[in-house]
Nanobody, 126 residues
Framework: QLQLVESGGGLVQPGGSLRLSCAAS????????IGWFRQAPGKEREGVSC????????YYADSVKGRFTISRDNAKNTVYLQMNSLKPEDTAVYYC???????????????????WGQGTQVTVSS
């Protein structure tokens, strides 16, 4: 059974940093595109960043570009999201998910991601 577990969330002041981890069990993560998503109360789930399984190429939403960095450690079967210069509007529950064969993420939206983790809360507040 494919399972993803997020960790690393917490409360941080504006301008601070957090590193989220997405650990996989039951499958080898490096065969899948992995996406990070976030959902704030009353809002739709937003695609934040994605890393390709084939060539390691990455995508970032405009709202996080230059501040967030996605990376993968295949030896640890884990994908990370380094978040710097955090803003109050980054407050949300963050999820990771594995991409299916038709997975896409762009400014137009996202599709075909599954095996969602339980999420980790990120709160940016002074």
């Amino acid at each position: 059974q494919l399972q993803l577990v997020e960790s690393g969330g917490g409360l941080v002041q504006p301008g601070g940093s957090l590193r989220l981890s997405c650990a996989a069990s039951g499958f080898t993560l490096d065969y899948y595109d992995i996406g990070w998503f976030r959902q704030a109360p009353g809002k739709e789930r937003e695609g934040v960043s994605c890393i390709s399984s084939s060539d390691g190429s990455t995508y970032y939403a405009d709202s996080v570009k230059g501040r967030f960095t996605i990376s993968r450690d295949n030896a640890k079967n884990t994908v990370y999201l380094q978040m710097n210069s955090l803003k109050p509007e980054d407050t949300a529950v963050y999820y990771c998910a594995a991409g299916g064969p038709l997975a896409t993420m762009s400014a137009l939206g996202w599709t075909d991601f599954g095996s969602w983790g339980q999420g980790t809360q990120v709160t940016v507040s002074s």
